[in-house]
Structure formats: structure tokens, C-alpha cells
């Protein structure tokens, strides 16, 4: 692997497998805990997993859906909808919460981005 | 003002109602009540027998009677009136001075003067004082006799059948409900009330009740036959109650009834009548809604007097209409108008079905062009309809015949849109409340039967309007553009309803595929947990094999109840609360292990909460070792069956309380519905287990045992109802498959049973006949589809914590072992609780949450 800056900024956290389509799993990116969401079979999100509403770290556990043309998750305390591109709580904005760059390795990896975007 | 009201009964309660609902400054009411209890329900007195209770009957709301300037005087008898003195005098010998004085002294039964009628086991059916003598005569007697084949009458002859007698109603007339019906209608309700066992004689005048020889008595008829029977009930029609009236020349009618005019004034301008015991026109009133009305009249008079305004004109009565639907030993009879056709000219219609054993008859003008009156028996499903045709003169269609005739060849029955009545239409009479009443209130937010009756009183009374007035606001709401939609979500333009028959007629077993062929989009968290609670109910499988595993909320995905900081609370089941000690040791030492904290819940068990998500494996390996099992405390599903000890230890107890309650939760443990389901099986009436604020209630009797449904706690409380009496254990869990399957196929999502019985059209009687009755025809397949749920139980646990896949979901972050550093506790009482947000920031007073060394 190069010591490139591009490999650098990419944090593996799990196989595909590991997550089971239209669910999210909770990963620890430097310390902080990023919501990781597995919509349909290959498309990811990642969102902080605090849930401002609640204070709880939860929203991985919420169910994954859409409204419209969002696609959401809605926590599992509060049931403020999250969109899980943005980051925007549809409920109240003041609770929206920071997004990460998801993607999938071709060996089948999860890679988060180590800073929000 | 001082103004004293005699008799507090249902028309005279109204009365008081309306006049203290306005708050008049100077009014002093005295109310005196001959009964030793404040006002309650006559109309649905019959519902004491299925163990309604006086006070479950009472018109009085909670501190009514404590309002100042309102005064209750129980078991106090007026015995004459100083209409000079403006005097009114009691039993006890008191005075009481009045201003204005209002009678609703109601009625008394009328007993034919038979030699013997006095006899011990002769018996009227007006009070709860009678029907606690008839309950009472009714355990040590074989065969009953109900003299009278009225409406009350046939209401009496259902009480007696019910408690397991022999039942003959005795008819002086040749016809049953002479009043109400004509000949054809009479034969066909007789027919059926005989097919239900009980026997009608009509045509029979009775001349002595003497000595039995195969009963307590016998009953010699004018035409040389006789009857045996151990209890006879009169109910033989009303007298109003007027001696007070005669007494102080009041004026009165020749075959009784107080005169009065239309402010329902006496001859003595200070005096009013209401109710019952007043005659208006010539005509006495048994019927609850027109007395209603004399009470509302007289309220308005008072009322103007009290505030001395002249304006608006005061309402007058201008008689009612008698038309009347009921239910009679569950035949659907009813009346309308000018039922025998006696209008000059009328011409009427007639349909007979004698293998339906239905009967229709219409009486229209001899134009052909208004609708005079009708009869339904077997089938009133037209009732409604007739009734505000001929209330609002409502043009008759070209053949009026069709309105009765069952539709067939494609003819479609000429309806009466609902939009055809006016705002003005009176659609609850018992209430008087009209179609622009009904209007306004679904403007006003109310969009359920349910709401209605709350925000109208509509439907409250007799509920006969019910249907009408669910059109009406169904109407309405399309009228505002409020689409009447019961869609689920975004993704399923259909009802919860719909959706599990759609699941159940394609046999659909993956939400994907549910999605695909009627739904769009993704999906929600509203439609994916309805959803997989319909695919759990119908195949009952592993809610989290993988293709369920993403439809479950938290709490089912996990399998425990998260709480307000992200941990969990873990309940294994102790089936009707019954734990060993060494169970409870166990648990006691699983909590104390796992630093949990503990408490017992309102369903007799306990809960462990402030379990970390990656703990809840380990938890629940150790507590299944000591043999528990799930408690689905996290899932819409049956909770837990309270119980009382029952028979086994208490004396009282007349059933074996605990063992049922078992054997129920045992039954229906996992069993997914579209909101939890909580029950409860009391050991005998002392009724400890408090079934009736159950979803399915169980109360132990000497013969078996009563089945309550859709009772609630929480938020709205309301009383569970009686749904079948007396039943063995095999019956009862007949009943219990039916009941919950029934639920399951037709409420709405996360509607409890309170709430969908409270929207179920027809109500308790519809819900019988679906249940014991079958009238569905449906009852195999409900017990089948219960069956299949029972058979295929599994612990979920048991399941999860053996299966490494599942296994792996249980850790809180997917790439690391550390603990979600964002849960804290700190010490309360012993125990832990979860940190506030300042307390997480004084890191000082946290309590680790760590695992004691083994």
C-alpha cells in the first residue's frame, strides 16, 4: 500500500458482509462514532451516530427507509428522520448531524473518510 | 331561584345536566331521589346481567352532584305537594319550599291484577333493585315466565335465558311488540326468538297464578290451559307515575299522565312534567329521547327566566317520533313511524324471506311520493335510511320497492347519499345531535367514530346512528378534500387492513416482495415494522433471519427495550408472574453480575435495565441457563397474563387462577399484533388481577369463567366488556384464538383493542357475533391461524444467542471491543440510573460500567 494522501484519509472499518442490507452499523473513525448504512446491496452512508435530540448514541440502530426522494434513517429514540446523504434532521435542522464519505474497497472493505466532510 | 327537582332518574339527571352545563348565578337545585342511588342507565340495564356493575351504569360523572348550589337527597320520597305554600313534603316529614318545581317521577311497571300476583318470585323488571331479586330467584329456579312481549319484555326474556332457565314470554296480544310491529313482522320475530329456544305464547289472558305441581307456580289462562314456573317477571308495559300530580289537582289524563303544555308546563305555571310521567298531547313518551328533550325544554324555559331574556324563541315540543331500532335476543327489529299502515290512503310494501327469515314492510303516501313508516326484522341494516327519508320527506325513488328488496342482476339499491340530508337532519336522536352538528365537528379535528362520539355525544346513547353517522363524516371529510385516507405511508397506498390481506391471499412471506407488487420506494419506519408484525403474525417466522432483520425497529432488532441514553432493558417472561426462588436468584445474581438495574414491572415480573447492546448476548445465555425465556417485553405483542393466587391459596378463589394465566401466556407467548396485547385472569368476581383494564380479561365464576375484552390503562382508561359468560377452559381459549386473530386481520396499526373496538361499526354485539356467534363464518380459520402461530413458538433468544451470525450484530461498534464511551451511570437508592448530561461531564461521580470479575 502507498503512503499516499489519498489512502491516508480512508478508514477501513468492516467487510460488507458485516452490515446486513438496509442497516447501519456503529464504527469508531479516530475516536469519533460514525453511523456506517448499507442501503440495498451496495450503496453506504455515514452520518454521526449521536442522536443531538436524544444525546444518545443510537442512529446506527435506526431503521433505514426514504421520504420522497431522502433517503433517511429515523432514530430510534427520538424518531427524527436523519437524511442520511446530508445529514439534515427533517424534524428540527438544529439537530442535523455531520456526514462522512463512504465507499466500497474491491476487496469488499468499508472505507469511511477520516474527516467529515 | 330555588327549584326542586322530584325523581333523578334518566330524564330528570338530563335535566340537571342542561342546567348546571350553563351555569346559572342564582339557581338552587334540591334533587330528591327515591333510589338509594343517583341516576343511571335503564337503557342498557340488561347489560347488569352481563355483570355491568350499578356504578358502571351511573349517569352521574364524578362529582357532579358535589357542584355547588346542587343538592342530591337519596332515598327521599316526595310525598305530597302544597301547591299553595309552594311546599313540597317528604316521607321523612320535611318541608321543602320551591320557586319552581319540576316532576320526573317516570314510571312504574304495570302488574295485570291477577289473583297471585303477589306471590313470592313475582317480579318487575324497572330497578337494579328488581334485577338483583331476579339474579337472585333466577339461581333457584328452572323455568321462568316473562308476562309481556314488548321490548321490555323480550329484553327480560334474554336475562332469563342467559342465566340457564327454561323461558316462556306470555303475550296478551296476538302478536309480539303489538306496538311496533304488524302481523307479518310479529310471526317473524316469534319465529326466530323460538328457534333460540325460548317459547311464545301470545293470545293468553291470565286469570290466577296458583300453587305449581311441576314448579313454584302455576299459570291458569283464560282458555283453560296453564303454565308451571318457578319465576314469573311482569313486564307488562308502564304507568307513569302521577299520584303526586292528582293529589295537588295538577290536572292529569284520564288513563293517566300529567298534562302539560308545550314548555312542559302543569296547569300550575310553577310546575313542570318531564319524562315519562307526562302527557303532551294526548300521548305518553316510554322512550328515553323525546324526555330528553322535555329536559332540554325545560332547561331553556328555566334558563330564560333565570337571566330574564326575552330574546330568541324558546324551544317548544312538538311531539317525537317513535321510530325504534334494537336488537331483541340478537334480531335485528325495527320500527319506523306509522308502522301499521293507519295513515287514510297509505299504500304499503311487503318483503318476506322465510329461509333469511327476514321481513320488510314500507308504508308509503298514497302518492306514492313520501315515505309513512316501515318494519325491519331480522335484517335493519336499512333503518338509517328509511328513517331520514321519512324524518326529512325525502322524495321516494320510482320504486320505492327497492329500497327493501335485496339487490340482485347488478340493481343497485337506491341509497340515500348522505349528502342528499339536510344540515338540519336529526341524526342522533337519543342526543339530538344533527348532520350540521356532525359536520362541524370533523372541521373541528375529530376524523374517527371514535372522536365523533367524544367531540358530539353522537352514537353515545343507544348507538343506533352509529353507521349514519360514520357515512356522514366519511362524506364530510371528502367533502373538505381531506382525502379519507387510510393509507399506511408513503409506500403503501392502502390500510393495514388491506396489507395483511394481501399477505395473506398471495401468501406473500418477504417484505421486498410486498413492496414490489404494492408499494413503492424503500420503505419507512412506519410501514417496515406494520409489515414484519403482519409476516410474524400470518407465517411466524424468525423476526430476525435476514430477511426480516431490517424491517424491526430497535427494540425487536435487538430484541430488549432501549432506553432514553442508547442501553437496553432486558425482561425474561415469568409467566403469570409465577418465579421459583431459584429463579429469582438467578435473575438477582444475573443483574447484580451485569451491575443492572432492577425493578418489577406492572405485569409481575422483572426487569434489568441499563444493559450495554454487546452485553445483551451473555445476559440472556446465562438467563436462558436457568430457564427463562423471552418476555417480548420489546415487541407488539402479548406482554405478560397477570393473575391473582386464585383457588390454590386463597380463600376465596374459585378457579385456579394461576394455572390459567399460565397456560394463556404460555399459549400465546410471541404471538406479533399491531400493539401490545396485555392480559389478566382474576380467580374469582373480588377480581385482584384487575382484568377488566385488560386487552383479554379472565374472572373465574362458580361454572367457569367470563371473558373480557379491550380493556385499558394508560393514557385513556376504559373498561373491558363482557364477551362471553360461565365458559369452560376449551371454550375459552376458542374464544381467545378467535378474538386476537379477529384483532390481528382488522386493526390499524398500533391500535390497541380499546381503540379498535371503540371504531369497530356495530360494536360489542357485531364483535359477538363475529366471536361466539361466528356469524362470519370465520371462526375455524382464526383458531386454525392461531394454531399455526402456537405450533411454531420459538425463543427468540434461544435462537439469537445460538446463532453466530445473528450473534455478531450485538456489539456496539463493528470494528472495535470498546464500550460506547457516551453511556454513564451514576448511584441512585442503591442502584444504578443513567448520567444527565451534566453529570457526564463531571466525570468524577460516574459508576464504570464494567462486568464483575467472574
Redesign the interface.
Same mark, same amino acid.
Given at each position: 500500500m502507498h503512503d499516499s494522501a489519498e489512502t491516508r484519509s480512508w478508514t477501513a472499518?468492516?467487510a460488507l458482509d458485516?452490515?446486513?442490507?438496509?442497516?447501519g452499523?456503529?464504527?469508531?473513525v479516530d475516536d469519533a462514532?460514525v453511523a456506517?448504512f448499507r442501503?440495498g446491496e451496495r450503496d453506504l452512508y455515514a452520518i454521526a451516530n449521536?442522536d443531538p435530540g436524544?444525546?444518545?448514541?443510537?442512529l446506527a440502530?435506526?431503521?433505514?427507509?426514504?421520504?420522497?426522494e431522502r433517503?433517511?434513517v429515523?432514530s430510534?429514540?427520538t424518531?427524527q428522520?436523519f437524511d442520511l446523504r446530508t445529514g439534515e434532521c427533517l424534524e428540527a435542522p438544529q439537530h442535523s448531524v455531520r456526514v462522512w464519505q463512504a465507499s466500497l474497497r474491491d476487496d469488499g472493505q468499508v472505507l469511511v473518510g477520516t474527516v467529515p466532510r | 331561584m330555588k327549584l326542586v327537582v322530584i325523581g333523578n332518574g334518566m330524564v330528570g339527571h338530563k335535566l340537571l345536566e342542561e342546567l348546571m352545563a350553563a351555569n346559572h348565578a342564582d339557581l338552587e337545585i334540591t334533587v330528591l331521589c327515591e333510589e338509594p342511588r343517583p341516576a343511571y342507565d335503564r337503557v342498557h340495564l340488561s347489560e347488569f346481567f352481563n355483570g355491568k356493575s350499578a356504578e358502571q351504569l351511573s349517569l352521574a360523572a364524578p362529582g357532579f352532584f358535589e357542584q355547588p348550589g346542587l343538592e342530591l337527597r337519596l332515598n327521599a320520597r316526595a310525598v305530597g305537594i302544597d301547591r299553595a305554600r309552594k311546599q313540597v313534603l317528604t316521607a321523612a316529614g320535611e318541608t321543602l319550599r320551591y320557586d319552581k318545581l319540576v316532576l320526573a317521577t317516570g314510571s312504574t311497571p304495570f302488574v295485570p291484577t291477577i289473583p297471585g300476583n303477589d306471590r313470592p318470585a313475582c317480579l318487575v323488571y324497572r330497578a337494579i333493585e328488581d334485577l338483583e331479586a331476579m339474579t337472585d330467584w333466577g339461581t333457584r329456579s328452572k323455568i321462568g315466565v316473562v308476562v309481556g312481549g314488548g321490548l321490555l319484555g323480550l329484553e327480560c326474556a334474554k336475562a332469563l335465558r342467559d342465566m340457564g332457565l327454561q323461558t316462556h314470554v306470555v303475550e296478551f296480544a296476538p302478536r309480539l311488540m303489538a306496538v311496533q310491529m304488524d302481523d307479518g313482522g310479529g310471526r317473524m320475530l316469534q319465529r326466530k326468538i323460538e328457534e333460540l329456544g325460548l317459547t311464545v305464547h301470545t293470545q293468553k289472558s291470565t286469570l290466577a297464578i296458583v300453587d305449581g305441581e311441576a314448579a313454584r307456580h302455576r299459570m291458569q289462562f283464560a282458555d283453560g290451559s296453564h303454565l308451571d314456573t318457578d319465576m314469573i317477571v311482569f313486564s307488562a308495559g308502564i304507568r307513569p307515575r302521577d299520584e303526586l300530580a292528582r293529589q295537588s289537582e295538577l290536572g292529569v289524563g284520564e288513563r293517566g299522565g300529567i298534562r302539560i303544555d308545550n314548555f312542559c308546563r302543569t296547569r300550575d305555571r310553577d310546575v313542570y312534567a318531564i319524562g315519562e310521567c307526562a302527557l303532551w298531547g294526548g300521548k305518553l313518551y316510554g322512550l328515553v329521547a323525546p324526555g330528553y328533550e322535555m329536559a332540554r325544554i325545560v332547561a331553556a324555559h328555566l334558563g330564560a327566566l333565570l337571566q330574564r331574556t326575552q330574546a330568541a324563541p324558546l324551544p317548544e315540543f312538538a311531539g317525537a317520533d317513535m321510530s325504534t331500532k334494537l336488537k331483541l335476543l340478537g334480531v335485528d327489529v325495527a320500527s319506523i313511524g306509522d308502522a301499521h299502515g293507519a295513515t287514510p290512503g297509505s299504500r304499503t310494501y311487503q318483503f318476506s324471506d322465510e329461509r333469511r327469515q327476514v321481513y320488510k314492510k314500507l308504508v308509503v303516501s298514497g302518492d306514492g311520493k313520501q315515505l309513512l313508516g316501515g318494519v325491519l326484522v331480522g335484517d335493519a341494516a336499512e333503518y338509517g335510511t328509511l328513517l331520514q327519508m321519512m324524518l326529512n320527506g325525502i322524495a321516494l325513488p320510482e320504486a320505492p320497492e327497492f329500497l327493501i328488496l335485496p339487490s340482485a342482476d347488478g340493481h343497485a339499491r337506491p341509497g340515500l347519499g348522505v349528502d342528499a340530508l339536510p344540515a338540519s337532519a336529526q341524526i342522533c336522536s337519543c342526543n339530538n345531535v344533527s348532520k350540521g352538528q356532525l359536520c362541524e365537528a370533523v372541521s373541528a379535528g375529530a376524523r374517527s367514530i371514535g372522536a365523533l362520539k367524544t367531540a358530539t355525544k353522537a352514537g353515545t346513547s343507544c348507538g343506533g346512528c352509529v353507521p349514519l353517522a360514520t357515512q356522514i363524516m366519511k362524506a364530510e371529510m371528502k367533502r373538505q378534500g381531506l382525502a379519507v385516507n387510510n393509507h399506511l405511508c408513503?409506500?403503501f397506498a392502502c390500510s393495514r387492513q388491506e396489507l395483511y390481506h394481501l399477505v395473506r391471499v398471495e401468501r406473500i412471506r418477504r417484505f421486498d416482495e410486498l413492496l414490489a407488487r404494492h408499494g413503492k420506494?424503500?420503505?419507512?419506519?412506519i410501514? *417496515?415494522?406494520a409489515v414484519a408484525s403482519i409476516l410474524a403474525s400470518c407465517w411466524n417466522e424468525f423476526v430476525l433471519q435476514?430477511e426480516h432483520?431490517?424491517?424491526?425497529?430497535?427494540?425487536d432488532?435487538?430484541l430488549a427495550n432501549?432506553q *432514553?441514553?442508547?442501553t437496553y432493558s432486558v425482561v425474561p417472561r415469568m409467566a403469570g408472574g409465577e418465579v421459583t426462588p431459584d429463579g429469582l436468584i438467578a435473575v438477582g445474581q444475573i443483574a447484580r453480575k451485569y451491575g443492572l438495574y432492577t425493578k418489577i414491572t406492572g405485569g409481575q415480573r422483572v426487569d434489568m435495565f441499563g444493559a450495554r447492546l454487546e452485553q445483551l448476548p451473555s445476559i440472556w445465555e446465562e438467563l436462558i441457563a436457568a430457564g427463562f425465556e423471552s418476555g417480548h417485553a420489546y415487541g407488539k405483542s402479548v406482554r405478560t397474563v397477570k393473575s391473582c393466587v386464585g383457588s390454590t391459596w386463597c380463600r376465596y378463589g374459585v378457579q385456579d387462577a394461576v394455572g390459567t394465566a399460565i397456560d394463556l401466556e404460555n399459549r400465546y407467548k410471541g404471538l406479533r399484533s399491531p400493539h401490545k396485547l396485555k392480559f389478566a385472569v382474576s380467580g374469582c368476581t373480588r377480581e385482584c388481577a384487575e382484568a377488566q383494564g385488560k386487552d383479554v380479561g379472565v374472572i373465574a365464576t362458580e361454572k367457569g369463567w367470563n371473558l373480557y375484552v379491550c380493556g385499558n390503562g394508560g393514557m385513556k382508561p376504559r373498561h373491558a366488556e363482557l364477551l362471553a359468560g360461565d365458559l369452560d377452559t376449551p371454550t375459552l381459549i376458542a374464544y381467545i384464538d378467535r378474538f386476537l386473530m379477529f384483532y390481528i386481520r382488522t386493526a390499524d396499526r398500533l391500535q390497541r383493542t380499546s381503540v379498535w373496538r371503540d371504531n369497530l361499526e356495530g360494536g360489542l354485539e357485531y364483535l359477538k357475533d363475529v366471536i361466539v356467534r361466528d356469524s362470519l363464518g370465520l371462526a375455524a380459520e382464526l383458531e386454525a391461524q392461531m394454531r399455526l402461530v402456537v405450533d411454531t413458538y420459538e425463543c427468540e433468544w434461544k435462537k439469537a444467542v445460538s446463532d453466530p451470525q445473528t450473534r455478531?450484530?450485538f456489539r456496539?461498534?463493528?470494528?472495535?471491543d470498546?464500550a460506547?464511551g457516551?453511556?454513564a451511570f451514576v448511584a441512585e437508592r442503591g442502584q444504578i440510573r443513567p448520567a444527565t448530561?451534566e453529570e457526564k461531564r463531571d466525570r468524577s461521580r460516574r459508576i464504570p460500567a464494567t462486568v464483575e470479575a467472574p
Open positions: 472499518v468492516c458485516d452490515i446486513v442490507p438496509d442497516t452499523v456503529c464504527a469508531l462514532q456506517v442501503v449521536v436524544a444525546g444518545a448514541a443510537v440502530r435506526g431503521l433505514v427507509g426514504s421520504l420522497g433517503i433517511v429515523a430510534p429514540i424518531k428522520h | 408513503e409506500h420506494g424503500l420503505g419507512c419506519d410501514c *417496515k415494522p435476514k432483520a431490517s424491517l424491526q425497529d430497535s427494540n432488532y435487538f432501549i *432514553k441514553d442508547g455478531r450484530r456496539h461498534f463493528v470494528n472495535s470498546a460506547d457516551n453511556v448530561m
